[in-house]
Nanobody, 122 residues
Framework: QVQLVESGGGLVQAGGSLRLSCAAS????????MDWFRQAPGKEREFVAQ????????FYADSVKGRFTISRDNAKNTLYLQMNSLKPEDTAVYFC???????????????WGKGTLVTVSS
């Protein structure tokens, strides 16, 4: 069992930056691939970024590539998402998720956090 708690969301102006964190409970954190997803009002949940359990591999949605950076600290059981050059269209609830497999599909995730709201004003 893995419990995930996101933090770091808030209100930021376009062009600004935020860093999201996802604290994980349990000893098995380093054995899970970790993902960030987001869901804007009235839209489906979409993939944002992924990092493998070994930190070797990362993968990003085209919409955030070059602006967002995913990272993890397995010693601290924490996942991060550094978001730079934020745009109003990045406004959404951001969720972290854990999976035993490498996947960008929400249905493949084993555990989810409850999300943190990011609002980007124009």
């Amino acid at each position: 069992q893995v419990q995930l708690v996101e933090s770091g969301g808030g209100l930021v102006q376009a062009g600004g930056s935020l860093r999201l964190s996802c604290a994980a409970s349990g000893r098995a954190f380093s054995t899970y691939a970790m993902d960030w997803f987001r869901q804007a009002p009235g839209k489906e949940r979409e993939f944002v970024a992924q990092i493998s359990w070994s930190v070797v591999t990362t993968f990003y949605a085209d919409s955030v590539k070059g602006r967002f950076t995913i990272s993890r600290d397995n010693a601290k059981n924490t996942l991060y998402l550094q978001m730079n050059s934020l745009k109003p269209e990045d406004t959404a609830v951001y969720f972290c998720a854990a999976s035993r497999r490498i996947s960008s599909w929400p249905d493949d995730m084993d555990y989810w956090g409850k999300g943190t709201l990011v609002t980007v004003s124009s």
